[in-house]
């Protein structure tokens, strides 16, 4: 069966699922059904806001994601270089992973604008995953090669795409999947708590307190597209990278 038929059937039973468990419920209000939510979202797809406020948590949250992970990458590399670095770092970076996102959100709201609070919680949350996961790529490259590269005294130009991005770019990329979806998740809060006017967050927040249903349905939906989305990007980005580093390696 191709592939595309696959996914619309897939998309076709839970579909199909969702508007029964509507019809069970009997109260829109609780769950509306699908047909409610799509004639929504194509009465708000035609509306500037709605592209203004998708675009305004979209430019944030993948700022902060590439914050994140470029910060991570490098305190991974220094790390990896100088204990004194992991040292220092390692204890940071295991407090934010393990304190609750809410907690960051408040303590940046009390920090920075709550317009820029998405780009700082994001960049949070990605940080520790990419950090992990290159520190321990760098640690898996293969000694074999490190030591040939030292003694022919290969240049590090040569040598990244050659044996450094090999051996790290499979860590990498795992960290960027796992991360896009964080960055989407704790921005998306952070804008909940924040209500930065125009944003996707605010949106999902008046909706909630208007008690329009099918409003949060279509937002949760929207993001979840997005962060899809944004995952496909980045993989396709990075295979290409992959591309490139085999190319200029051979």
Do not use: N
């Not at 490098?74 to 990896?80: R, T």
């Not at 709201?109 to 994001?122: G, K, P, Q, T, Y």
């Not at 796992?178 to 006017?197: F, T």
């Amino acid at each position: 069966m191709p592939r595309a038929t696959r996914l619309v059937l897939v998309a076709a039973f839970w579909l199909v699922v969702w508007q029964l468990a509507a019809l069970a419920v009997g109260q829109r209000l609780l769950l509306p059904g699908p047909a409610e939510v799509g004639s929504r979202f194509a009465e708000l797809a035609v509306t500037a806001p709605f592209w203004a406020s998708v675009a305004y948590s979209l430019v944030r949250i993948l700022a902060g994601f590439a914050l994140g992970t470029t910060a991570g990458a490098l305190l991974a590399v220094g790390a990896a270089r100088w204990r004194v670095v992991d040292a220092l770092v390692s204890p940071l970076v295991g407090a934010v992973r393990a304190a609750p996102v809410v907690s960051f959100i408040i303590l940046v709201l009390i920090w920075v604008d709550s317009s820029r609070l998405a780009v700082v919680v994001s960049a949070l949350m990605v940080l520790p995953v990419t950090y992990a996961a290159v520190l321990e790529g760098v640690r898996q490259r293969d000694p074999a090669m490190l030591e040939m590269a030292a003694v022919f005294e290969v240049p590090l130009l040569r040598r990244l795409p050659a044996v450094d991005l090999p051996a790290v770019l499979p860590f990498f990329a795992a960290a960027c999947q796992v991360g896009i979806g964080l960055a989407w998740k704790s921005g998306i809060a952070a804008e909940v708590i924040g209500l930065p006017a125009g944003s996707v967050g605010e949106r999902l927040y008046d909706a909630k307190v208007l008690l329009e249903s099918a409003d949060v349905f279509l937002w949760t939906g929207v993001v979840v597209a997005l962060s899809l989305v944004a995952e496909r990007v980045v993989a396709a980005l990075l295979r290409r990278v992959s591309s490139a580093g085999s190319g200029a390696a051979a």
